[in-house]
């Protein structure tokens, strides 16, 4: 399994981010997994951003709650981050990963920079 994330690296602020991880080697609809994106800040640790499931349902952090939106294109076999109203704070190296149950993140994207500034 492969996951590639893909997007522009510079967004201005208050402008929407948005990111599609591409998945090659499994599908997205298969039950089990957990189709996660991840932040890190430089500097800084991990953040979970939130995920979506095979049928659909998403899951968000609540600090990052209002700004984001996960989305499935089965079709494709891709799943998309989009992330409003974003600030210099949101400058980071995006990631996303398969999370499988009961409790690992076995396949990880390379990681994608996106710097957020006018």
């Known amino acids: 399994v492969q996951l590639q994330e893909s997007g522009p690296g510079l967004v201005k602020p208050s402008q929407t981010l948005s990111l599609t991880c591409t998945v090659s080697?499994?599908?997205?609809?298969?039950?089990?997994?957990?189709w996660s994106w991840i932040r890190q800040p430089p500097g800084k640790g991990l953040e979970w951003m939130g995920a979506?499931?095979?049928?659909?349902?998403?899951f968000y952090s609540p600090s990052l709650k209002s700004r984001t939106s996960i989305s499935c294109d089965t079709s494709n076999n891709q799943f998309t981050l989009q992330l409003s109203s974003v600030t210099p704070e949101d400058t980071a190296v995006y990631y996303c990963?398969?999370?499988?149950?009961?409790?690992?993140?076995?396949?990880w994207g390379q990681g994608t920079q996106v710097t957020v500034s006018s």
């Open positions: 979506i499931n095979y049928s659909d349902r998403t």
């Open positions: 990963a398969r999370y499988r149950l009961p409790n690992e993140y076995d396949y």
């Open positions: 080697g499994g599908s997205i609809t298969t039950n089990l997994y957990y």
